[in-house]
Nanobody, 126 residues
Framework: QVEVVESGGGLVQAGASLTLSCALT????????LAWFRQAPGQDREFVSA????????YYADSVEGRFTISRGSAKNTAFLQMNDVKPEDAAVYYC???????????????????WGQGSQVTVSS
């Protein structure tokens, strides 16, 4: 069993930066890719960014490309989403997910992930 725990959400001013963290705990988190999805009120959950187990492949939604950076910690069971130049449209609940996507396309799909965190609220003030 794998547990996913997010942290780092909160209130941020538009144009500022925020870092979200994700940690995997449990007995067998080895080889899991990690991803961030987000869901704003009244909207579907959408892909934000993902990183492979080895950290050699990263994926970004067009809306965050160039502003957000995903990385893994040295211990591999952690991931970070560095959010720069945050915009009002980035406000949402951010979910970290862990899984073993079969193909590059699966990295951007919720179905590519088996374990999800409870979500971390990001609020943007303009």
């Amino acid at each position: 069993q794998v547990e996913v725990v997010e942290s780092g959400g909160g209130l941020v001013q538009a144009g500022a930066s925020l870092t979200l963290s994700c940690a995997l705990t449990g007995r067998s988190w080895s080889s899991y890719a990690l991803a961030w999805f987000r869901q704003a009120p009244g909207q579907d959950r959408e892909f934000v960014s993902a990183i492979s187990w080895g950290g050699d492949a990263t994926y970004y939604a067009d809306s965050v490309e160039g502003r957000f950076t995903i990385s893994r910690g040295s211990a591999k069971n952690t991931a970070f989403l560095q959010m720069n130049d945050v915009k009002p449209e980035d406000a949402a609940v951010y979910y970290c997910a862990a899984g073993r996507p079969w193909s590059s396309g699966d990295y951007t799909m919720p179905t590519g992930y088996d374990y999800w965190g409870q979500g971390s609220q990001v609020t943007v003030s303009s």
